[in-house]
């Protein structure tokens, strides 16, 4: 069974800056379109940023500019730094393909609050 590890997340104020970084065992990542998600308290979960093998990339509206997705696909690694935080960046953050094929892991917790 693939396993996935999230890091990264914390509590930083409005206009700070995170990087989550998800690391898995086994070749998941080749061939997939990876994925950052989020879901806060109350809604739906969301795909924030997506990544394919070759690099090219998707952002929702609310994060382009701000967020950035890479990955390495030698070392099963995929990153999203995120800056210009704001309070209803905070979520919950995971990494998943896209679309979601995996178990769903426990996240990485953003907490955007002065």
């Known amino acids: 069974q693939v396993q996935r590890v999230e890091s990264g997340g914390g509590l930083v104020q409005p206009g700070g800056s995170l990087r989550l970084s998800c690391a898995a065992s086994?070749?998941?990542?080749?061939?997939?379109?990876m994925g950052w998600y989020r879901q806060a308290p109350g809604k739906q979960r969301e795909l924030v940023a997506a990544?394919?093998?070759?690099?090219?990339?998707n952002y929702v509206e609310s994060v382009r500019g701000r967020f950035t997705i890479s990955r390495d696909n030698a070392k099963n690694t995929v990153d999203l730094q995120m800056n210009s935080l704001k309070p209803e960046d905070t979520a919950v953050y995971y990494c998943?393909?896209?679309?979601?094929?995996?178990?769903w892991g426990q996240g990485t917790q953003v907490t955007v609050s002065s």
């Open positions: 998943n393909t896209n679309p979601s094929l995996l178990t």
């Open positions: 086994g070749s998941i990542f080749s061939g997939y379109v």
């Open positions: 990544i394919t093998s070759g690099g090219s990339t």
